[in-house]
């Protein structure tokens, strides 16, 4: 079954502890994003990757690391974490081949709670 | 910067009744993609349906469907024959041609009486 799939699901963690939210497509998608959402703000993008070891900002990206040293693979990494944090995560994939109409599979999400 | 702006915070609906969601966008861009989320309850973001801004017609997909005035900046869902089903927090969003990047408006949360 093809499906983008974010560990842990849920998360609660103190201010400062550094923590990883993994992500993974068996799709074998180029483009991989993360998004925090937020109550009346809607998804926004923390940073997206258009390939192995290609990586750039999104529109909030301070407090927050990625690596992709894999294709199937993006995980996101908070050094030190805060309460401004706190939010729902979703990781979402894409494939460009047949052009850039193809739709992004987001994955469950993961609800992170920052004390 | 593109902007994508969800006027309604919360609309509802009567089953099979139709429903009208608004989105306005702004941008300086001629090629772009614009679609509609719906996220239920489990918090899963589910496609709804898409639109290419180079097509004059209007995208349909069974009970949805949008009406697209790309002068004017605006993409509504209008949904048919509501289900209870269709009951969630929908996102209109923006893609310009050439990026990965999705900008979300607020959300309008739907409610479905029986």
């Known amino acids: 079954e093809a499906q983008v799939t974010q560990n842990p699901r849920y998360l609660i963690t103190v201010t400062g502890k550094k923590l990883t939210v993994t992500c993974s497509q068996n799709?074998?998608?180029?483009?991989m994003s993360w998004y925090r959402q937020d109550p009346g703000l809607g998804l926004r993008q923390i940073y997206y990757?258009?390939?192995?070891?290609?990586?750039d900002k999104g529109d909030v990206p301070e407090g927050y690391k990625v690596s992709r040293k894999e294709k199937r693979n993006f995980p996101l990494i908070l050094e030190s974490p805060s309460p401004n944090q706190t939010s729902l995560y979703f990781c979402?994939?894409?494939?460009?081949?047949?052009?850039?109409?193809?739709?992004?599979?987001f994955g469950p999400g993961t609800r992170l709670t920052v004390l | 910067a593109q902007t994508v702006t969800q006027s309604q915070p919360e609309m509802s609906v009567q089953e099979a009744e139709t429903v009208t969601l608004s989105c306005t966008y702004d941008?300086?861009?001629?090629?772009?993609?614009l679609f509609w989320y719906k996220q239920p309850p489990s918090r899963q973001m589910i496609l709804v349906i898409r639109?290419?801004?180079?097509?004059?017609q209007n995208a349909t997909e069974n009970r949805f469907s949008v009406n697209f005035q790309k002068a004017a900046k605006s993409f509504s869902l209008k949904i048919s024959d509501s289900q209870l089903g269709d009951a969630a927090m929908y996102f209109c969003?923006?893609?310009?041609?050439?990026?990965?990047?999705?900008?979300f408006g607020t959300g309008t949360r739907l409610q479905v009486f029986p």
């Open positions: 979402a994939s894409r494939d460009i081949i047949g052009g850039f109409d193809n739709e992004q599979f």
């Open positions: 799709m074998n998608h180029e483009y």
């Open positions: 990757s258009m390939n192995v070891e290609v990586t």
């Open positions: 941008t300086s861009e001629s090629d772009y993609y």
């Open positions: 639109q290419e801004a180079y097509k004059q």
């Open positions: 969003a923006y893609r310009s041609y050439n990026t990965d990047k999705l900008i």
